[in-house]
């Protein structure tokens, strides 16, 4: 038997039923309706499976919904009364019962190259359609950018024994990050779903896949340590013993031979993203409280963040502010019932005036205070300093005495100084994954800094700096920061900015909630590329699901972790694929392993010199080096040795200059009495040294 | 619209392109009929309407109560034969189904049409499925005249099919081995003469040789079986049993007529559901075994599958009982009691499922529906097929 396109259909399974059509249900340019055979390869059929079939002229490639099983039986009651009421009675015949596919139509391929065809399909044999027919059918033809891998279709037929055909669902780049078309909104419930996986996992997708482009991506950890630990791989290194120990300690098994099937099928890299950057805030009570702050002299102990581990924290910087950086957004951070027109009245005084820290903030209260005073000393009875009733200013001052508290440790008193301390707010690399980790804020801080990121890095687009030509970024809760309804918020107004014109500005927009239909219209409708992970029933019952058909709905309600369904621009009908997991440890597991109360000081010692040598020293000589030495004084030792190379000031061999360290070569405190500050040049002393001994 | 005193022909044929080609072969032997100046009237009707056997004219009519030979018990009476086991050595059913239609007239001789088709099936594992033997075709076209009663107009048509490449079939056991599934067949090929102008009795014989041409089918297909090495299984055949085969069963549904009379009758239309009556050689096969015709006797008996009232409005006392036949067993007395309780146990298992939703469900098992569900497909409807010929005789 020859076929129009014989690529198309697996004639090696076999058909695997016959098209029917009747005056209820004809086949139609978008559905037919086949009943399947008994044949192994038939058995396996099910929904989300695709199948081709053909019409005159065309193939046409179908995916499956809505399984029927049908018989002759007319009434339930006839089964009864024919077993006696009896449901022990096994029968001698089974009855006859067929099942029945609805299959939806994805693509027809007419013979001809150049004709396009709708034409319903006819009666005549079904197969499962080839890897190559499902790619026709996903529009790769027409695809204008590069191939994004996004999923894994499991078809129903086997190319080995016990494999299913594996074909991947690729996403237009173009219309994925622009400029065609744009963005990707992830639906599911929470802890379920899998969303920030599978963000993860298209964005390491597309790290890999994108061609003569700088991309960099953008997200926000808002739980745990979950986008912490994103270089470190899934796997532990080979050659690193007491490496591996830890990771089997923490319980991370690695990838199963099925997921990495899976990446192989897929044509990507098991690997981390190698270039990893984190921003944390400063943590409460770390601010001394001195004029000037030196965002280089904060380690990362002393920010908010859950990787704080020596030699884990290469990658860690500091979100610093200083009040002129807050009180743009003073209505976030101030209630409500505060914020009228003179309170907002006097703070643009401020703004004016560059009272831009809170100890400037302070000395200006003090000015006040002694212009009032002289005011009563002349007998004055002065009720206004340029404009603003005392009253005014008295609340002022009182709701600007809580800022740090209620800033949470992000809002320093004194000038910060970054000097070349890597900002959140500064232009990409490429490849780079930033991070922000908010997870230890909540309320305004946490408000606070997602508003001002996203705000900045829109800025930044607009100008043409973001210094990448595609920027991703991921945000979470969507249905919290862009809700739906008319309450007004700038951050809400800048990411329905960014969905309607951020692909011609290289933004691209991963949005991420539970609950779709509680999020802004104009966010979800201008993703072109949608996922849905399992969906609670309630929100199934919303109009934002009403073109699923009650099939897919009911998939949707019980979808197994790792599988989704897949929207795109160029799929007809929606299509149910599977993702392995992220090549990164997440969550617990990052700290488990590289946490600092996993480690012991040598290893830490090791990780620091790790990222400060190519080759560090071995663990065995680090143990013998650090014998007998307090812990805190390595410790001490390590953060001052890391202070001089952010410093600039790093010797050739920080190890040695570790040891010498440990064994009580003289350290300068500065006068704050803070570790791993300030002076203290090993570096430069090491260097002396050595220019001696040549 | 056809243009007047051109044939306006009335036709339904079997689906498929070989169909189209026994359309097209008969339209070619209408045509030249038509140019020797046959002339056709149209109109026409489904002979299998009209139950043919419903109306006795032969000695073949069930229900004669006389020379019937109740050799298990005299009289014949009701019997129990024991619970149904869930167990049947029954794994094979036949059955054939026939669409006979008069398609049009030359005068008063109807011209006839016939499908008939005969498969035998195979349960394994509860699953029933199409069992094929070899040599048997699976369907067979006719179209059916009486040439013996010497209509000039019916022997031309008679003449032009057969110049039309359709071969003449005399017997039915021909047919079989004709290699054709298209043949013409003579509804008097017995008769020396017949008046054509008894269009009834023309259309009856038609009609009962389309259903000898059936039941040719079937016999052959039984014979074969039995040919063939099936273990101890035992096959189902709809209807009466036409041949002596040892593990085989004829069920028939129709019993209009019954063979007995006075209390005997009144003890079958009492039966109780899950009994059987004792057997008994019926009147018309006990006369041919006593003219030596061994082959012809069968063991007869009735099992009620279902209370008279279970089916739908409109049965009778009759509905849910069905007649057995098989060849009489070797063994006498209590060992034939035993083996006819058996074979009725196997039977009154074939309850489960329904036979549902076909109307003869009481009196019917569920495999030999099966058959007739998968024959009659092949048989029935091709609108397009008599399209074409209407547009061809439109033509003439």
């Known amino acids: 038997m020859s076929f129009i396109h014989d690529n198309f259909l697996d004639t090696g399974s076999g058909p695997v039923g016959r098209v029917v059509t009747s005056e209820e249900h004809p086949a139609t340019a978008h559905e037919f309706y086949f009943w399947t055979s008994e044949s192994e390869a038939a058995q396996r059929l099910d929904i989300g499976h695709i199948v081709a079939a053909e019409a005159e002229d065309a193939t046409a490639v179908a995916v499956l919904d809505d399984p029927q099983r049908y018989s002759d039986l007319q009434s339930f009651l006839d089964d009864f009364y024919a077993r006696d009421g009896d449901a022990a009675l096994e029968a001698l015949s089974d009855r006859v019962e067929i099942l029945v596919f609805k299959a939806r139509v994805l693509a027809t391929k007419h013979r001809h190259e150049k004709k396009q065809s709708k034409r319903p399909v006819r ?99 808002v739980k745990g340590a979950d986008l912490l630990f994103l270089d470190k791989p899934i796997e532990a290194p080979e050659g690193d013993d007491e490496l591996a120990k830890r990771y089997e300690g923490a319980g991370v098994r690695g990838l199963s031979p099925e997921e990495k099937g899976m990446y192989e099928a897929l044509d990507l890299d098991v690997e981390a993203f190698e270039k990893l950057s984190i921003f944390a805030p400063l943590r409460y009570g770390m601010d001394e409280g001195e004029r000037e702050l030196n965002v280089s002299d904060v380690s990362a102990r002393q920010l908010n963040t859950r990787r704080n581990a020596r030699g884990e924290d290469h990658c860690v910087h500091p979100i610093v502010w200083q009040l002129g950086d807050v009180l743009p957004y003073a209505g976030y951070v101030f209630e409500q019932s505060d914020f009228d027109d003179k309170f907002r009245g006097f703070i643009e005084e401020l703004r004016a005036r560059r009272i831009d820290t809170q100890s400037a903030f302070q000395s200006l209260m003090l000015e006040i205070d002694d212009y009032f005073e002289a005011a009563e000393d002349e007998g004055k009875n002065i009720q206004n300093w340029n404009g603003h009733h005392v009253a005014t200013i008295r609340k002022a001052r009182n709701r600007f005495g809580g800022l740090p508290s209620k800033c949470a440790g992000l809002l320093a008193h004194g000038r910060v100084e970054y000097g070349d301390t890597p900002r959140v707010d500064e232009p990409f690399k490429d490849r780079e994954m930033r991070v922000v980790d908010i997870s230890q804020l909540s309320g305004v801080p946490q408000d606070l800094i997602v508003t001002s990121v996203i705000s900045k890095v829109w800025d930044m687009a607009e100008k043409g700096e973001l210094n990448v030509d595609k920027l991703i970024i991921f945000v979470d809760e969507l249905n919290k920061y862009a809700p739906a309804g008319n309450k007004p918020s700038s951050l809400k107004d800048t990411l329905v900015d960014i ?162 360290a440990i064994k009580g070569a003289s350290q300068k405190r500065n006068g704050n009495g803070s570790s791993g500050r300030g002076n203290a040049d090993l570096g430069f002393l090491d260097n002396v040294r050595r220019m001696k001994d040549d | 619209m056809f243009p007047s005193g051109v044939a306006r022909i009335l036709f339904s044929m079997p689906q498929g392109s070989k169909a189209n080609d026994f359309v097209g072969v008969l339209g070619e032997a209408f045509r030249e009929a038509s140019r020797s100046g046959v002339k056709f009237t149209a109109g026409g009707s489904d002979l299998e309407w009209e139950r043919f056997n419903s109306h006795p004219f032969d000695e073949n009519e069930e229900g004669r109560k006389d020379s019937l030979d109740p050799f298990e018990n005299s009289p014949v009476i009701s019997r129990d034969p024991g619970e149904a086991e869930g167990f049947s050595r029954l794994e094979y059913f036949l059955d054939g189904v026939q669409a006979t239609e008069e398609i049009g007239r030359i005068g008063t001789v109807p011209v006839v049409v016939t499908t008939v088709a005969a498969c035998v099936v195979r349960r394994e594992e509860k699953r029933i499925r199409r069992f094929d033997i070899e040599g048997v075709p699976p369907l067979l076209r006719a179209i059916i005249l009486p040439h013996n009663a010497n209509d000039p107009g019916a022997n031309a048509l008679y003449e032009a099919v057969q110049n039309a490449g359709i071969p003449l079939v005399e017997r039915d056991g021909e047919a079989i081995s004709a290699g054709s599934a298209d043949i013409l067949v003579d509804s008097t090929y017995h008769e020396p003469y017949v008046d054509p102008s008894d269009y009834s009795g023309l259309r009856q014989r038609a009609y009962r040789r389309a259903s000898s041409l059936r039941a040719s089918l079937e016999e052959e297909l039984l014979r074969r079986w039995s040919e063939m090495d099936t273990g101890d299984s035992w096959i189902a055949v709809d209807g009466q049993l036409p041949l002596p085969v040892k593990n085989a069963v004829g069920l028939i549904k129709n019993a209009r007529r019954l063979f007995f009379g006075g209390e005997e009758a009144r003890m079958l239309l009492d039966l109780e559901a899950g009994n059987r009556t004792t057997a008994f050689v019926p009147p018309w096969r006990a006369e041919r075994r006593d003219t030596g015709r061994s082959e012809e006797e069968r063991a007869s008996w009735y099992i009620r599958l279902w209370p008279a009232d279970a089916g739908s409005e409109g049965v009778d006392a009759t509905s849910g009982l069905v007649r057995v036949e098989s060849v009489v067993p070797d063994a006498s007395g209590a060992e034939q009691t035993r083996a006819f309780d058996e074979v009725s146990r196997w039977v009154l298992a074939e309850r489960a499922p329904l036979a549902k939703p076909d109307p003869r469900w009481p009196s019917m098992i569920y495999p030999i529906g099966y058959v007739e569900n998968i024959l009659k497909p092949t048989i029935h409807g091709n609108r397009r097929a008599r399209l074409r010929l209407e547009r061809e005789i439109a033509s003439l």
């Open chain 1, 123 to 221: 009666s005549g044999p079904v197969f499962f359609a080839t890897s190559e027919a499902i790619e026709f059918a996903l529009g790769a033809e027409d695809f204008s950018g590069t191939k994004i891998p996004m999923l894994l279709h499991e078809n129903g037929n086997e190319v080995d024994e016990g494999t299913p055909q594996r074909t991947p669902l690729y996403v237009d780049e173009e219309y994925l990050l622009g400029p065609e078309a744009g963005h990707l909104n992830i639906t599911g419930m929470s802890g379920l779903s899998t969303k920030t996986s599978h963000a993860l996992f298209t964005i390491s997708s597309i790290f890999q896949k994108t061609e003569n482009k700088k991309v960099a991506a953008l997200m926000f950890n």
């Open chain 1, 499 to 660: 969905s309607a014109r951020g692909r011609h500005l290289s933004l691209t927009l991963f949005g991420a909630q539970q609950f779709r239909s509680k999020v802004h219209d104009e966010v979800v409708g201008n993703a072109a590329t949608s996922l849905y992970g399992r969906i609670g029933d309630e929100e199934l019952t919303n109009s934002s699901y009403r073109s699923f058909s009650q099939t897919t709905r009911e998939e949707l309600l019980q979808l197994e972790k790792g599988r989704l369904l897949l929207r795109h621009a160029h799929y007809s009908v929606p299509v149910f694929g599977r993702f392995p997991r992220p090549p990164v440890l997440m969550g617990k597991q990052g700290t488990d392993i590289f946490g600092g109360k996993s480690v012991d000081a040598a290893v830490a010692v090791q990780s620091v010199m790790r990222n400060l040598m190519s080759k560090p020293p071995a663990l065995a000589g680090i143990r013998t080096d650090i014998s007998g030495v307090e812990e805190e004084r390595v410790h001490d030792a390590l953060d001052r040795i890391n202070a001089n190379h952010r410093n600039g000031n790093g010797s050739r061999n920080p190890y040695d200059s570790f040891k010498n």
